[in-house]
């Protein structure tokens, strides 16, 4: 009998005597495993052979609470580059379901997300896929189990007590307790441990937004995880002053590894110069210091492309099995205030669902006509206090959290002088509409604004918004002047059908009276001189010599305007 304590999972009843033998029950399953199985894999002793026991499930520990009458489940495998695991693993799980559980009225279907791309391989971004992919094509799916694709239950041991717990999910559960691999020892290695095999019903899994985007290479997510499963009050052990995910009794969530000597991941988590294991170590820590990170990274900011998607239908365990192949679409933009085109591209992106610019931030009287796709809750992340600024007009990496970090990003930067113009307009014309096209007050407006160092001074430079410091993977920067060309290019390096609308940046380039032409000597110098190393930085030409400036600025920001 399981404790009380413990509420299992619904599984086939069966009567307490033991089966045949396994080749005496399995006589042509047995000769094809035999057949495919290589001698590296890691069975016990007696390879296949061996006298299987299932225990009696107590109808008292039964939960079908809040399921409908056909159960819908999904088992997702995260994949790439394992093709021996994978084989094994399909070809034992399909046998092990059909084998211990009843599928009268449980649907079971095995997805396999397989990373298309050639970037650091990246396990949560793949389980978020596949929640959306289930999702979408299976919308009554109620349990969702996430499994190593190394990892298939333990089946020939005398410990093994029974079934393990797949077939319900009503509380989260890490399924695979008790595992054979690397150093463990029937072990999960530290009692936090919430990775390998983990089991949810699918409103918890949005409940706490999925899994992280962010983590790459090795290592990361599965303490994530725990996190989110925590902060969400869905630990339900409790082991002195520490929450714990569920876990099965003794005997029913063994696992053993499929040969570690074939295509297992180099961990290097031992090496500090691992840049993407301290990166997912920062990641973490900030995590554990501003736990709303996990309300916008994850399900919410989810980005990708399927590009192969194979289904197999009816097999013995399995009713379907999907392989679904996609690609990462890690692009990121970073509106810069005033460089020009920011709505334009945010509009372009809320068209094919990607929140790009203002639509991360809850600010409605300025989205409500770009139809963002929800959330865009970034307002949440928070500044650092000596910056009182709106979020979105402040540089990505001085924000509390940078939601930007291990994305590629892309932003539009326009030349200084023309710039200078812009932020003239733009306060002008919800000031006094007709100064905004007097050419004596725009170079009185610069005058002041850069001698001064007025409220209406950038605060940033253009450059300070573009990483270049080797915390991200890569960073475009576009043109204003240059705008569609450049952003049509960048949009099919990434496979992207996000449009600019052209009539509407027409309309932008256009309808200005004021221009470059329209500064003054003194102006340009002046403008020259405050944004130096946006000039340098982005190749735009310099007018005067920025050494004998220095000298000139002072008689300048003194002397009376003409």
């Known amino acids: 009998m399981l404790p009380e304590s413990f509420m299992p999972f619904s599984i086939r009843k069966q009567s307490l005597q033991e089966k045949p033998t396994f080749e005496e029950y399995y006589p042509m399953r047995l000769e094809k495993w035999r057949n495919k199985v290589s001698t590296g894999v890691h069975l016990g002793p007696n390879k296949f052979i061996r006298t299987p026991k299932v225990i ?27 093709k021996y695991h994978l084989e094994q693993f399909k070809l034992r799980m399909d046998s092990y379901i059909e084998d211990h559980y009843d599928r009268t009225n449980t649907r079971y279907s095995l997805w396999i997300i397989e990373q298309d791309d050639d970037e650091p391989f990246n396990r949560g971004w793949l389980a978020n896929v596949g929640i959306s992919e289930i ?18 239950p333990d089946i020939e041991s005398k410990e093994v007590k029974g079934a393990v717990y797949y077939s319900n999910c009503s509380v989260p559960t890490q399924v695979g307790s008790e ?30 937004n999925g899994f992280s985007n962010d983590y790459i290479s090795w290592g990361g997510e599965d303490d994530d995880l725990y996190l989110r499963l925590h902060n969400n009050d869905l630990l339900s052990v ?18 053993r590894v499929i040969s570690e000597a074939k295509e297992h991941h180099i961990q290097d988590r031992d090496k500090g110069n691992n840049e993407n294991y301290n990166v997912s170590k920062k990641i973490l820590q900030r995590f554990r210091e501003v736990p709303q990170r996990s309300s916008f990274d994850g399900l919410s900011d989810l980005q990708y492309k399927v590009t192969y998607h194979h289904v197999v239908g009816k097999k013995q365990g399995f009713e379907v099995i999907h392989h679904v192949k996609a690609k990462q679409q890690l692009l990121e933009f970073i509106p810069i205030p005033n460089s020009g085109g920011n709505a334009l591209i945010a509009q372009a992106g809320a068209k094919i669902g990607i929140p790009w610019g203002i639509c991360h931030f809850r600010e409605p009287s300025a989205v409500d006509d770009m139809d963002c796709p929800q959330p865009y809750d970034f307002q949440n992340i928070g500044l650092n206090s000596e910056h009182g600024e709106d979020l979105w ?5 001085l924000w509390n959290i940078n939601m930007f970090l291990g994305k590629d990003t892309f ?21 006094n509409a007709s100064r905004a096209h007097s050419t004596t007050a725009l170079n009185k407006f610069v005058h002041t604004t850069l001698c001064q160092r007025t409220e209406n001074a950038p605060k940033f430079l253009q450059h300070e918004y573009v990483p270049y410091n080797g915390t991200q993977r890569g960073n475009h920067v576009l043109r204003f002047e240059n705008l569609t060309s450049d952003y049509s290019q960048l949009m099919r390096q990434y496979g992207l059908p996000a449009d600019l609308d052209q009539k509407a940046y027409y309309n932008t380039t256009s309808t ?26 982005f190749k735009y030409p310099l007018e005067y010599n920025t050494d004998g400036l ?13």
Request: aromatic content about 10%; overall charge positive; proline content about 6%.
């Open 238 to 255: 409790q082991s002195g002053r520490k929450r714990l995910i569920r876990r099965p009794p003794t005997g029913y969530g063994r696992f």
């Open 550 to 562: 220095l000298e000139e600025t002072a008689p300048i920001c003194t002397s009376p305007l003409p």
């Open 393 to 397: 007009r402040i540089p990505p990496h």
């Open 512 to 537: 200005s009276r004021l221009t470059i032409r329209n500064l003054t000597e003194r102006s340009k110098k002046l403008i020259q001189l405050y944004f130096d190393e946006d000039f340098r930085r």
């Open 56 to 82: 009696k499930q107590d109808d008292s520990f039964i939960d079908s609470a809040g399921f409908s009458s056909v159960h819908y489940h999904a088992i997702v495998v995260p994949y790439r580059n394992r």
């Open 411 to 431: 932003t539009v930067v326009r030349n200084p002088f023309d710039l200078m113009v812009a932020i003239f307009q733009d306060i002008e014309e919800s000031r």
């Open 179 to 208: 595992l054979f691999r690397e150093a463990l020892n029937w072990t999960i290695g530290y009692k936090q441990y919430t990775g390998g095999v983990v089991n949810m019903h699918l409103k918890h899994w949005r409940a706490i």
């Open 135 to 152: 999702v979408r094509h299976t919308p009554e799916v109620e349990c969702l189990t996430f499994h190593d694709v190394d990892l298939v």
